[in-house]
């Protein structure tokens, strides 16, 4: 269902939109606790995105624990590690085609289903719960060569603090860097209710003492000191182009490839996408 939210880009009037945003405040109104319970169903439930790709020969299954939930591990190839995380309402399917090119080139590509995606276990997400899930899988593995990660799985890498994924080489596919405004727009294009999400993100943020406030991987982004490449689609619909070529201005270390005729997804797998893989090894034998 969350999807249909977070996923929704109406540009004019929307009597759906209407019709969610006075149900969601009607229903906060009349039955406060039921509302909340049920928003949190609604919004913070991923939908498990069936797989894209086929499976690579000699792609080994694993499990890693994570108080979210058992995360779902995916690993090809030999070498140092590069670890590779989705987005919201994604699966490492997407990655297939790039983790074959990764272990192609001598490493061990090792991506992750985050809680409520994928095969892995639990059923909510949200960036804290990301955020868990990367620290879990650093956790996991020592020789960490560098991260890929997809649109709100950016976010979730620039927010770990984790030692072991400190200044690696980072590829960003439609990062999400811009989250809490990206957040917002969501909502607010959605007509849900923005009392009844804020007392939702309020439960989050008293479980997780995560103020939502805290949130900023923009900042983080240009506070890296690390090779960093942007592979993003200029007609993006759901992740800000502009924040990108931002990014690429004001940080040194941060490139940026554009593209066109992808999309936010299909971009995963792009030509360019495999190419920017292979400069940004390059650029960290460099380093």
Same mark, same amino acid.
């Given at each position: 269902?969350?999807?249909?939210?977070?996923?929704? /880009?109406? *540009?004019?009037?929307?009597?759906?939109?209407?019709?969610?945003?006075?149900? /969601?405040?009607? =229903?906060?109104? +009349? #039955?406060?606790? =039921?509302?909340?319970?049920?928003?949190?169903?609604?919004?913070?439930?991923?939908?498990?995105?069936?797989?894209?790709?086929?499976?690579?020969?000699?792609? +080994?299954?694993?499990?890693?624990?994570?108080?979210? *939930?058992?995360?779902?591990?995916?690993?090809? *190839?030999?070498?140092?590690?590069?670890?590779?995380?989705?987005?919201?309402?994604?699966?490492?399917?997407?990655?297939?085609?790039?983790?074959? =090119?990764?272990?192609?080139?001598?490493?061990?590509?090792?991506?992750? !289903?985050?809680? @409520?995606?994928?095969?892995?276990? @639990?059923?909510?997400?949200?960036?804290?719960?990301?955020?868990?899930?990367? &620290?879990?899988?650093? !956790?996991?593995? &020592?020789?960490?060569?560098? +991260?890929? #990660?997809?649109?709100?799985?950016?976010?979730?890498?620039?927010?770990?603090? =984790?030692?072991?994924?400190? !200044?690696?080489?980072?590829?960003?596919?439609?990062?999400?860097?811009?989250?809490?405004?990206?957040?917002?727009?969501?909502?607010?294009?959605?007509?849900?209710?923005?009392?009844?999400?804020?007392?939702?993100?309020?439960?989050?943020?008293? %479980?997780?003492?995560?103020?939502? %406030?805290?949130?900023?991987?923009?900042?983080?982004?240009? $506070?890296?000191?690390?090779?960093?490449?942007?592979?993003?689609?200029? $007609?993006?619909?759901?992740?800000?182009?502009?924040?990108?070529?931002?990014?690429? $201005? %004001?940080?040194?270390?941060?490139?940026? +490839?554009?593209?066109?005729?992808?999309?936010?997804?299909?971009?995963?797998?792009? !030509?360019?996408?495999?190419?920017?893989? $292979?400069?940004?090894?390059?650029?960290?034998?460099?380093?």
């Amino acid at each position: 269902m969350s999807n249909k939210i977070y996923f929704n /880009t109406p *540009g004019r009037f929307s009597v759906k939109r209407s019709m969610v945003n006075v149900t /969601t405040r009607l =229903h906060h109104t +009349i #039955a406060r606790k =039921h509302a909340i319970k049920t928003a949190k169903k609604l919004l913070l439930t991923p939908a498990r995105l069936k797989a894209k790709n086929p499976d690579p020969q000699n792609l +080994i299954r694993g499990k890693v624990a994570c108080e979210e *939930g058992p995360l779902a591990t995916y690993s090809l *190839g030999e070498g140092p590690v590069w670890l590779i995380t989705h987005g919201w309402s994604g699966s490492t399917s997407q990655f297939f085609p790039l983790m074959e =090119h990764i272990a192609a080139q001598g490493f061990t590509a090792l991506a992750f !289903d985050y809680a @409520g995606h994928g095969e892995s276990g @639990g059923r909510y997400g949200h960036l804290p719960a990301f955020v868990n899930a990367m &620290d879990a899988m650093a !956790d996991s593995v &020592d020789n960490i060569a560098g +991260i890929v #990660a997809h649109s709100m799985g950016s976010a979730a890498v620039l927010e770990s603090k =984790h030692r072991n994924l400190k !200044d690696k080489p980072l590829l960003l596919v439609a990062p999400v860097v811009n989250y809490l405004d990206n957040l917002m727009l969501m909502i607010q294009r959605s007509g849900f209710s923005i009392k009844l999400f804020n007392e939702v993100i309020s439960e989050v943020e008293s %479980q997780y003492q995560y103020p939502l %406030q805290s949130i900023d991987p923009q900042k983080r982004l240009i $506070e890296r000191q690390a090779p960093t490449m942007i592979v993003h689609d200029s $007609e993006d619909k759901f992740a800000n182009h502009s924040i990108s070529v931002e990014m690429s $201005e %004001q940080s040194q270390w941060v490139d940026l +490839i554009s593209v066109q005729g992808y999309g936010h997804n299909r971009i995963m797998k792009a !030509d360019e996408t495999m190419q920017a893989f $292979e400069r940004l090894v390059e650029k960290s034998l460099l380093k």
